[in-house]
């Protein structure tokens, strides 16, 4: 039976883990607050207490954690003695499903090859839903064997699995998607906001927009929480606004301009800025009223 | 049987006429090149050689012309006499299928009361593969009683078909969509920009883009123009850009702020600056191109 090693058993990592178990893998879960590991444990898995103690039999490491700092330090260790670097079988195949920067990516495949790992970025998309029902689109970046080997974990968890190139493309693409996804629910609340101060039936209004081009992902998950007024995450957005500090500075890199891209990370930024991070994003309507002149607190006229 | 006078028999209109004979109407078509009537007479349905003509004998008057002031010449006429207005049997349901200003909407309808008729303004979405494959969603605003006396003629040309309001409304919404799919349009243009410019597989990208929360019908429908750098219409950037002329100054009237919907109105009046009005709006992605240093005429390295 395959180990699995699974570090990070947040509101994302921990259904993942739970799948991988379901699949009929050894899961060996942890994460810093003892309750996630808990809950594994109950789910069938095992708990560990440490990074080493995790890693040490697993043949494949998977890692659910926010942010580049913190794949960084489970890989590299905190005192360079504790991480699944210093702890691992040579040859384990770490696949990190965090959103992180591409080139931190790229540098820490480099680091693992190094050392005798193999390294796969392979972030998601599809939110807490996805991971709850394993239907998660996985953007792979690595080698193709790699990814091949990884058949079985990633089916396990995702729905739409792809491999779209080597080590950081994974997450270049990740990025791209936090481009349209932010601005797909910026565009919605906008218009929300625009049919509401007309006197619309907003239901309605919505059930026709999402018939036709102006369709989207975003419009079936997050119209309701607009209309209704009701952000409890789901998807924070404080978490949004790091991964569009990771695209804006990416498409500078590489020479790309992106206004619609650049205009919604300052929008995102003034939620932030406004005490809206730890709301879902689908909060970005509460700016589109700040802006207009309104209350962000009041219930919209067809809710109340 | 109802007969049917359908004006303007466009890219979008001769389809609706066709399945509208189809459906068993008695359809007589008018527009101002012969040859557009020519064939809805191929596909069994009558032409007329004016207005006049098409309206008299009419029970519902459908009218699908490109902005504001061709509507109003169509219902009150050139010179007073040769109109709608003019030559329609008193009681006459008017069913406005174009995408115009909601103000000129509403002042139409009301004219239409004062001289004995009905009118619902019923702006679609779909474009032209909605409007061949009978799949658009209509938005319609007017009387609930005119939208219920409309339904066979609706589902004759349309899937999702919704009464949103009194008359404005369904241009009110429109206006939403028209700012949502142009946006959705110039994210994905950069999204695509940016994974192009790091040598990402596009296709791959795209395909995995469209099965998480990024996912959309502008995804779907417009990604493979934006690769193959193909962008014939489809939907004009000149007409869209008269669709964000209309959605920024509605949106400007009610107060309502409108950050992404405003760049993106300029950029697509960029894009007809730049010559590009006649291409596909998905040819938003030419924009991104040049504003970031690159060739639009190049074929994309994936492509090539």
């Known amino acids: 039976m395959t180990t699995v090693a699974f570090i990070g058993l947040g509101i994302m990592g921990g259904p993942m883990a739970g799948h991988l178990v379901n699949a009929g893998f050894d899961v060996v879960g942890y994460n810093r607050s003892q309750a996630k590991v808990d809950a594994l444990v109950a789910a069938g898995g095992k708990g560990a207490t440490s990074i080493a103690d995790a890693v040490r039999e697993a043949d494949v490491v998977a890692i659910m954690v926010p942010d580049s700092p913190d794949v960084r330090q489970v890989l590299a260790g905190s005192d360079g ?3 699944v670097f210093q702890n691992a079988k040579p040859g ?4 990190d499903f965090s959103s992180i920067r591409p080139d931190v990516t790229t540098e820490l495949a480099a680091q693992a090859k190094e050392q005798g790992f193999r390294l ?3 972030p998601v998309s599809g939110g807490e839903a996805g991971a709850k029902n394993a239907a998660l689109s996985i953007m792979v970046g690595g080698e193709k064997d790699d990814f091949d080997a990884a058949a079985d974990v990633f089916n396990a968890v995702g729905k739409t699995v792809v491999h779209v190139g080597p080590n950081g493309a994974g997450q270049t693409v990740k990025a791209a998607n936090q481009l349209i996804v932010a601005g797909n629910i910026q565009l919605l609340a ?3 906001a625009f049919v509401e101060a007309y006197g619309v039936d907003t239901e309605a209004a919505l ?7 102006a369709g989207s992902k975003v419009l079936d998950q997050k119209g ?3 209309l209704g007024r009701t952000f409890n995450p789901g998807f924070r ?3 949004h606004h790091k991964d569009l500090g990771i695209v804006t500075s990416a498409a500078r890199e590489a020479g790309v301009v992106i206004p619609l891209g650049a205009v919604v990370a300052q929008l995102m930024a003034s939620a932030v800025a406004n005490g809206d991070g730890g709301l879902d994003h689908s909060a970005l309507l509460r700016g589109v009223l700040r802006l207009s002149g309104q209350n962000p607190d009041s219930p919209s006229d067809s809710a109340s």
């Open 237 to 239: 957005i404080e978490l």
């Open 207 to 213: 059930k026709v927009l999402g018939g036709g081009l």
């Open 81 to 83: 003695t504790d991480g």
């Open 224 to 226: 309701a929480n607009m």
């Open 120 to 122: 796969l970025d392979a």
């Open 190 to 192: 906008e218009a929300v």
């Open 92 to 95: 384990t195949l770490i696949i």
